[in-house]
Structure formats: structure tokens, C-alpha cells
């Protein structure tokens, strides 16, 4: 049986049209530091580019040697920028810093990786591998929503949830800003893309 990742974890789903305030698991991922554009940098497109194949290395890994088969999980990013407003207002990608990331099972181990790293790079195309890590994230009680369309009609909405929703319910941000790119960009009309938003977040002290 092929065990579906997203159905196991109730964060990976999220309401269209308001926010939500969600507990969310430590999980674990492969993830490719960078900065810049997505649109233009080499470097996001380099990331990418080395993801997938160490993503569906580790899937075969797991099923052949393991017996235990899953769906590989949707693309992943972390942004932030030391001006925020470079997100929600300007939209100026050339500021971004960013983490591209995949979810892979708890059962995933360092010595698995470097194995499924030994058989992407033997078939090459993968720039980089050198830059690929095994890592969890802890993110906790978190505000998401579903945006439907474009990438860069998100602005209104993160006006909405870092401008009104997080301070008007006492709430501060704690992490990054978290994109889950439910819809493939290669084959999903730009008004269908479906993109969860999160925020980490603490409960606000009291003054």
C-alpha cells in the first residue's frame, strides 16, 4: 500500500478565503538554501532542478529496500527578506531570500540520503547536490489559508494576514513565511494555481 504523506499530516490542507490557526508537526525535509528571483536566479532553478530526483530516489529507496512506498510530497519554500514589505507591498523578488524544500517521511536517515545523493549524482543533472541537506522543521501553532491564482496576486492576502488578522488577534509572527505549492506550475492555468500560506506564530505577551 502506497501511504498518501499529505492525507497523514491535516496541515496540508487549508480554507480558501480566511485564515486558519493550525498546530503544526515537526516535520522533516529536504531542503536548498538561495536567494533572489524564482523567476530569474539560476540558483532557485538549480535547486529545483536537484530536488525532485533525490525526492523520488529516496521513494524507490524506501519501497525497495524498506517495503514501505509513498506519494512524493508537493514543492515547498520558505521567503523572507529584511524588509517584509518587499513581499506584501513592493513585491520585489530581487530581495528574497529563500529555502526550497520537499517533505519526506520521519523514517528518512542521513545514510539514506547519501545513498539516494550517490544515485542522482551517478546519472547526473542535478547542479545542486553539494547544497542539499536532511533537516526538521518546527514551526507549531501557525495561521494559513488557500490562495487560488497567480503567485503575485498573493499580496493582498499577506497584506490581510500580517497587517490585520495576526495583530488583531494577538498573535506576533515567530518564523518565516511558508509557500506549498499544491498545483504543478508546469501544467495548472496561473488563475487555478492552489498555494498554501502559512505563518508561524506565538501568542502576543500581554503589555
Known amino acids: 500500500m502506497k501511504l ?3 492525507k497523514q499530516v491535516g496541515t496540508y490542507t487549508a480554507p480558501r478565503g480566511r485564515f486558519e490557526v493550525v498546530t503544526v508537526p515537526v516535520l522533516q525535509f529536504l531542503m536548498i ?3 533572489g528571483d524564482p523567476n530569474t536566479s539560476e540558483a532557485y532553478r538549480d535547486a529545483i532542478t536537484t530536488l525532485y530526483p533525490v525526492a523520488y530516489a529516496l ?3 524506501s519501497k525497495g529496500d524498506l517495503g514501505r512506498d509513498y506519494t512524493v510530497m508537493p514543492l515547498e519554500a520558505l521567503w523572507w527578506s529584511e ?3 518587499s513581499f506584501t507591498v513592493a513585491r520585489d523578488k530581487s530581495r528574497w531570500a529563500w529555502t526550497v524544500m520537499i517533505m519526506v517521511p520521519e523514517w528518512t ?8 545523493r550517490g544515485t542522482v549524482a551517478r546519472k547526473g543533472g542535478a547542479p545542486a ?10 514551526e507549531g501553532l501557525s495561521v494559513q489559508t488557500l490562495h487560488l491564482g497567480p503567485y503575485d496576486d498573493e499580496g493582498p492576502v ?3 494576514l500580517h497587517g490585520d488578522f495576526i495583530p488583531s488577534h494577538a498573535l506576533q ?13 508546469r501544467r495548472t492555468a496561473p488563475g487555478k494555481l492552489r498555494t498554501i500560506l502559512r505563518q508561524p506564530v506565538t501568542p502576543r505577551a500581554p503589555r
Open 4 to 6: 498518501d504523506l499529505r
Open 33 to 35: 538554501d538561495g536567494r
Open 59 to 61: 521513494k524507490f529507496l
Open 83 to 85: 524588509d517584509m514589505d
Open 109 to 116: 536517515t542521513p545514510e539514506q540520503l547519501a545513498t539516494a
Open 129 to 138: 547536490l553539494e547544497a542539499l541537506r536532511l533537516e526538521p522543521l518546527e
Open 158 to 160: 499577506l497584506e490581510a
Open 173 to 185: 509572527e515567530t518564523g518565516k513565511h511558508h509557500e506549498i505549492y499544491l498545483s504543478d506550475a
